[in-house]
Nanobody, 119 residues
Framework: VQLQASGGGLVPPGGSLRLSCAAS?????MGWFRQPPGKSREFVAA?????YYADSVKGRFTLSRDNAKNTVYLQMNNLKPEDTAVYYC???????????????????WGQGTQVTVSS
């Protein structure tokens, strides 16, 4: 499975961006991780039957999925400087729900897309 991510950019605090990730074939789970500067990669959101979010983005980020297009979208609103990171799309066909937030549980990864929140 190949993943193609797009949609990053530079926005001021309070701004919005929408990331997209298209998969070459259907996958069971699709989601996003991010890696802030100087930090480890962390879970952001994922979808399997429903959406799962990191506490840090709940209420600001919305994950949606278009199964017909094998595409997942991450709408990011009210962006904060601490949201600055390289965002990675991830997918898998076999992970269990308890592993949803674990980077190591995902077999497929897209290239990163930079999101910078700065005035």
């Amino acid at each position: 499975v190949q993943l193609q991510a797009s949609g990053g950019g530079l926005v001021p605090p309070g701004g919005s961006l929408r990331l997209s990730c298209a998969a070459s074939s259907r996958t069971t789970v699709m989601g996003w991780f991010r890696q802030p500067p100087g930090k480890s990669r962390e879970f952001v959101a994922a979808h399997r039957w429903r959406e799962y979010y990191a506490d840090s983005v709940k209420g600001r980020f919305t994950l949606s999925r278009d199964n017909a297009k094998n595409t997942v979208y991450l709408q990011m609103n009210n962006l904060k400087p601490e949201d600055t990171a390289v965002y990675y799309c991830a997918a898998d066909n076999n992970l269990i729900l308890s592993s949803m937030r674990e980077e190591s549980a995902y077999d497929y990864w897209g290239q990163g897309t930079q999101v910078t929140v700065s005035s």
